[in-house]
């Protein structure tokens, strides 16, 4: 045990303290704000753009009654034009587009737009969704409803809770918010098994190619080596994780007000209605927190997180100790990062669709992907029977991982030059000390 | 004796790389392990220093089984050695005398006064990949010796180096040996190991095939057979004994072969009477390199009667 706490020491020491750590650790964070901002900012201005497109409706057949009203950013105009002369007056800037309704073949309204510049999809969409409400509002206006309870009739909007009914208790369930809490925890243990997992070959690899290693065995068991690695790389990571939530809080409080400002100024422009987003704050308000079990989730965040970086980094250091080289390496890592990633798709697929089902009961048990899925279907509540089972699952496969890996390291860190083939690993396993 | 080996055996899936190898090993001094490349010394050495297991056989450390314990009393430069790259040459260093159990203050102290002797004071605390090759070698050498090991194990320990840091080494070596240090020094260079062992064995596909002091073996191995150096005409052959050259940086040299029970006194008489003038006469000692091409031979015929 003092030998592997002195493996991981070094494992530890060496890593934390290079220059690339403290960069990353201290850059990634603003590198994701940053990214989001964009998004963000990219989103409010699409929903404020600053230009207003006019449109140039060249209504051939009399299709509409009544103008069209102009939103926030873009206005109709009512003219007629040949066809002909649609480019001159697009290239004119007199109009960003001309739509054209005209008939086709079958005698029906065809609708088509005209422009000099590809037209955004959003901005196609939101075209014609201005323009069927005014066919569907003047259709009902033609037919004798009032105009009053058209506008009454679309303020009208019912919000849907679920309530889960289970052993006689019936439960609020805020899956939304629990969905999307349990995707992040999940995309967290991906991303920490990916990094750390390849760091844990990357070193088995550098003390194999650096020849460093046989002075190593020469004084430790391979097996504890190993262990060390995979500890120390461990705790690595959770430095750099506790930085960045420490970072995270303190920055938590001026970073809100600003977006908070942002919010702000950006949503009065297009939001009139105060109902609206008084509707919104309530969505994203505290309520959820009531209902979905945090502390569970934190607890079994540690579990997965935990077993999960053991079971797969036993298998990443099994196949550093193997090979030879970084180009190797290629061939043997996609069997293991294949359930990882596949897992990742699949738990993206399963927000929004049934989270239940015999596919995901299986892959819950199956630790290649439980830490990943179970994640996800934690904060929609999972059976306790089921949890104890692929925590258990979990454990018998780390334990069986790092038995296998252990083996292979064992062999694989002194045998050098050999060409590596999937048979070569299985003779290393069999190989006696 | 520090080491002995007791019907040692060790097979890799069908190949049997040891076979049955019984070796002691004398405090104190230098024990040459010689074979060609592949007869199994590394793989003997990993099982000496625990790092494998052997199949069958026993290995008494100083008289009792050896131990975990005792490896911490081994120290152990293999043939494939390196260092970690990035990381500080002092750090290190310190890292691995504390896997070997070295207390703090006197790894530090070894550190310092082996980085002196080997001029190596002012890179300790640079990284090993800004150092030369030269000192990386004698860093690596430090790294075997730090914890003062009762028995030391190199394996090629020259390989790679350049003459000069080859003799610094050389010396390092004898003056552990003068120390009390008990030392294994494996090579496939016969003229090392004429150079600085006591005792040695010869290793040929995983059997011992020749051990003993390294004196007694030569003595064994001494033929009737004797450098000449000479003035004058050039010796003939006769009837008693053959003139031969031989591989030698000395002119007017010659190795006579005396034919079986003619004793130094009649070949000195006929040389005499051919009228060479004899400068210097000395009985030749077999080299350590005819003397391994002679017991693989013989052991191959050996095989083959067995056949």
């Known amino acids: 045990m003092h030998k592997i706490l002195l493996i991981a020491q070094r494992e530890f020491l060496t890593r934390v303290r290079k220059k690339s750590f403290i960069l990353m650790t201290l850059l990634s964070p603003l590198l994701i704000l940053l990214f989001y901002g964009v998004i963000f900012y990219l989103n409010i201005k699409n929903q404020n753009p600053d230009q207003l497109r006019k449109v140039l409706v060249v209504d051939d057949i009399h299709y509409f009654k009544q103008t069209i009203p102009s939103e926030a950013a873009i206005a109709f105009d009512f003219g007629k034009l040949n066809k002909h002369q649609f480019e001159k007056e697009l290239v004119n800037e007199h109009y960003d587009l001309i739509l054209n309704v005209c008939k086709d073949k079958n005698g029906k309204a065809e609708f088509s737009l005209y422009s ?215 061939q043997f890592m996609m069997p293991i990062t294949m359930p990882l990633v596949f897992s990742l798709i699949y738990s993206q697929s399963m927000i929004g669709t049934n989270p239940d089902g015999l596919l995901t009961s299986f892959l819950s048990m199956l630790p290649f992907t439980s830490p990943v899925i ?60 | 004796m520090i080491l002995e080996t007791r019907k040692i055996n060790k097979q890799f899936q069908s190949k049997l790389v040891l076979n049955d190898i019984n070796l002691s090993i004398p405090k104190g001094s230098i024990f040459g392990l010689l074979g060609p490349n592949g007869a199994g010394k590394t793989t003997f050495i990993r099982i000496l220093t625990k790092i494998i297991a052997a199949d069958s056989g026993q290995v008494l450390f100083d008289g009792h089984p050896l131990s975990m314990e005792d490896i911490f009393k081994m120290g152990y430069l293999p043939e494939e050695r390196g260092l970690y790259k990035k990381m500080g040459v002092e750090e290190q260093l310190l890292f691995f005398a504390a896997l070997k159990n070295t207390p703090l203050k006197k790894a530090k102290d070894s550190i310092a006064s082996w980085a002196k002797k080997f001029d190596l004071l002012n890179v300790l605390h640079k990284p090993a990949e800004e150092l030369s090759k030269g000192m990386q070698q004698k860093v690596q050498f430090m790294a075997a010796l730090i914890h003062e090991p009762k028995l030391l194990i190199l394996d090629e320990p020259f390989s790679g180096f350049d003459p000069i840091h080859a003799q610094l080494l050389l010396d390092e070596i004898l003056a552990l040996k003068a120390n009390g240090t008990s030392i294994i020094l494996s090579s496939h260079r016969m003229e090392t190991v004429e150079q600085l062992c006591d005792h040695l064995a010869l290793i040929n596909k995983g059997k011992v095939i020749l051990s003993g002091e390294l004196k007694q073996i030569q003595k064994n191995h001494s033929k009737n057979e004797w450098e000449l150096e000479f003035e004058g005409p050039i010796p003939q052959n006769n009837a008693n004994f053959q003139i031969h050259e031989f591989n030698t940086p000395k002119t007017n040299c010659v190795l006579i072969k005396p034919l079986s029970d003619i004793s130094l006194n009649q070949v000195l008489i006929e040389l005499i009477n051919q009228g060479v003038q004899i400068k210097n006469i000395k009985k030749q000692k077999a080299s350590m390199a005819s003397i391994f091409i002679e017991a693989v031979a013989e052991n191959k015929h050996k095989l083959n009667q067995h056949a």
């Not at chain 1, 052993?167 to 991906?190: C, K, P, Q, R």
């Not at chain 1, 994780?241 to 809100?256: C, D, N």
């Not at chain 1, 959820?288 to 934190?298: D, K």
């Open chain 1, 116 to 330: 000099i510049e590809n037209v955004g999809f959003m901005l196609k969409e939101q075209i014609a969704r201005i323009l069927s409400e005014q066919v569907q509002q003047t259709t009902l206006i033609e037919n004798g409803i009032a105009p009053e309870l058209i506008y009454n009739v679309k303020q009208m909007h019912i919000d849907l809770k679920s309530i889960l009914i289970k052993d006689h208790n019936a439960t609020a369930n805020h899956s939304e918010m629990g969905a999307l809490i349990g995707f992040i925890l999940a995309f967290v243990i991906y991303i920490f098994i990916f990094l750390y997992g390849v760091q844990v070959m990357r070193g088995a690899i550098e003390e194999k190619s650096s020849r460093i290693v046989e002075i190593l065995v020469s004084s430790v068991k391979a097996t504890d080596l190993m262990y060390g690695k995979i500890i120390g790389i461990a705790a690595v990571g959770m430095t750099q994780f506790m930085i960045w939530i420490i970072l995270g809080l303190g920055l938590m409080g001026p970073l809100s007000g600003l977006i908070g400002q942002l919010v702000d100024t950006s949503l009065t422009g297009t939001i009139q209605d105060n109902a609206q987003i008084q509707h919104l704050s309530q969505n994203i308000g505290m309520e959820w927190l009531n209902e979905v079990n945090l502390p569970l989730i934190f607890v079994l965040f540690i579990c997965y997180f935990i077993g999960g970086y053991l079971f797969y980094g036993a298998l990443f250091a099994a196949v550093g100790a193997a090979v030879d080289n970084d180009t190797d390496t290629q």
């Open chain 1, 374 to 433: 179970m994640m996800v279907r934690i904060p929609y509540g999972v059976p306790t029977i089921e949890l104890v089972s692929s925590l258990l699952c979990l454990a018998a496969g780390f334990m069986l991982s790092v038995w296998f890996a252990s083996k292979i390291y064992r062999v694989g860190l002194l045998s050098y030059g050999n060409k590596l083939t999937y048979k070569s690993f299985w003779k290393m396993f069999r190989q006696k000390e």
